[in-house]
């Protein structure tokens, strides 16, 4: 018997939803509705100084409004740090992490690509960042939607950062920690985290785990490179007619529009009319 698929919409809290996150939401939410699995939704909040007061309760009213129903309750990773915590000092204690004080101008004078040098220290240091000795360096994996994808060696084997110096834990860290505790099965989202796929998938190696499966969907762009996002002060979608950017969201994956109708309709519609193969096979799709 197959497993249960499961698939997640994870945000940060540092604005609206923006037309670019209603793409994501979406495209994760028919894959996983479509194959009759579950979808979760984490808000990822672990980096207060880009966070928004507020923005995590009007992320969850803005995905109700427009119609998307999560099957467990809301994982918050502030809540997850203790668990974060704990992985670091195992992988410390074990000698598979280590403590690094290198700062980005000494990398630079390195060649810009980490050498590993603060795990060669003797007595071993005891604060600072905290490096994941890469053991496994991959530095390919396949997606779902795009086939083979291959990153840079030196950007692939590098020891990189798990915590950083000013105590905050690294992205790549909670994500890969947090997917492995909801038993997600494939992770859909933005082409924007294409690269960090690749230490990820390095992480569930140290992890003795299975990764999941990769499904990265095409940015929205206003020009070459320039992704519609929070931190660009893209605009909320609107909350008051949910339609016509549901099926704009469509019409960007590809997707046939549906009839316009109450958000939880028309993501029924949408949901029993999904193709995969529709999706446009590119890393960004200028608006």
Same mark, same amino acid.
């Given at each position: 018997?197959?497993?249960?698929?499961?698939?997640?919409?994870?945000?940060?809290?540092?604005?609206?939803?923006?037309?670019?996150?209603?793409?994501?939401?979406?495209?994760?939410?028919?894959?996983?509705?479509?194959?009759?699995?579950?979808?979760?939704?984490?808000?990822?909040?672990?980096?207060?100084?880009?966070?928004?007061?507020?923005?995590?309760?009007?992320?969850?009213?803005?995905?109700?409004?427009?119609?998307?129903?999560?099957?467990?309750? #809301?994982?918050?990773? !502030?809540?997850?740090?203790?668990?974060?915590?704990? +992985? &670091?000092?195992?992988?410390?204690?074990? @000698?598979? /992490?280590?403590?690094?004080?290198?700062?980005?101008?000494?990398?630079?004078?390195?060649?810009?690509?980490?050498?590993?040098?603060?795990?060669?220290?003797?007595?071993?240091?005891?604060?600072?960042?905290?490096?994941?000795?890469?053991?496994?360096?991959?530095?390919?994996?396949?997606?779902?939607?795009?086939?083979?994808?291959?990153?840079?060696?030196?950007?692939?084997?590098?020891?990189?950062?798990?915590?950083?110096?000013?105590?905050?834990?690294?992205?790549?860290?909670?994500?890969?920690?947090?997917?492995?505790?909801?038993?997600?099965?494939? #992770?859909?989202?933005? !082409?924007?985290?294409?690269?960090?796929?690749?230490? +990820? &998938?390095?992480?569930?190696?140290?992890? @003795?785990? /299975?990764?999941?499966?990769?499904?990265?969907?095409?940015?929205?762009?206003?020009?070459?490179?320039?992704?519609?996002?929070?931190?660009?002060?893209?605009?909320?979608?609107?909350?008051?007619?949910?339609?016509?950017?549901?099926?704009?969201?469509?019409?960007?994956?590809?997707?046939?529009?549906?009839?316009?109708?109450?958000?939880?309709?028309?993501?029924?519609?949408?949901?029993?009319?999904?193709?995969?193969?529709?999706?446009?096979?590119?890393?960004?799709?200028?608006?």
């Amino acid at each position: 018997m197959t497993a249960l698929y499961r698939g997640r919409f994870a945000p940060s809290p540092s604005g609206p939803l923006h037309f670019g996150s209603l793409v994501a939401a979406l495209g994760s939410y028919l894959r996983a509705k479509s194959l009759g699995g579950q979808w979760l939704v984490r808000i990822e909040d672990i980096d207060p100084p880009r966070e928004i007061a507020g923005a995590s309760s009007q992320i969850l009213k803005t995905l109700t409004a427009y119609g998307f129903e999560w099957d467990e309750d #809301v994982l918050y990773q !502030s809540q997850r740090t203790a668990a974060y915590q704990a +992985q &670091i000092d195992s992988w410390i204690a074990q @000698g598979q /992490a280590y403590f690094c004080q290198c700062s980005r101008k000494q990398i630079q004078a390195m060649g810009g690509t980490y050498d590993g040098r603060c795990n060669r220290c003797s007595p071993k240091l005891t604060s600072g960042a905290v490096r994941i000795v890469n053991h496994s360096k991959i530095d390919r994996f396949d997606d779902v939607l795009m086939g083979t994808i291959i990153q840079d060696a030196h950007f692939s084997g590098e020891d990189f950062i798990i915590k950083r110096s000013d105590g905050l834990y690294a992205y790549q860290l909670a994500v890969v920690l947090d997917d492995a505790y909801q038993g997600i099965t494939e #992770v859909v989202r933005g !082409s924007d985290l294409l690269q960090p796929t690749v230490r +990820q &998938i390095s992480l569930y190696r140290s992890l @003795g785990l /299975a990764e999941p499966g990769w499904l990265h969907l095409p940015l929205a762009c206003t020009e070459p490179g320039f992704k519609l996002s929070k931190q660009n002060h893209a605009q909320g979608i609107d909350l008051l007619n949910p339609g016509p950017s549901i099926n704009a969201a469509l019409g960007f994956l590809g997707q046939a529009a549906v009839e316009l109708a109450s958000p939880t309709i028309m993501l029924e519609q949408a949901v029993a009319q999904f193709k995969l193969e529709a999706i446009p096979v590119k890393t960004e799709i200028l608006l």
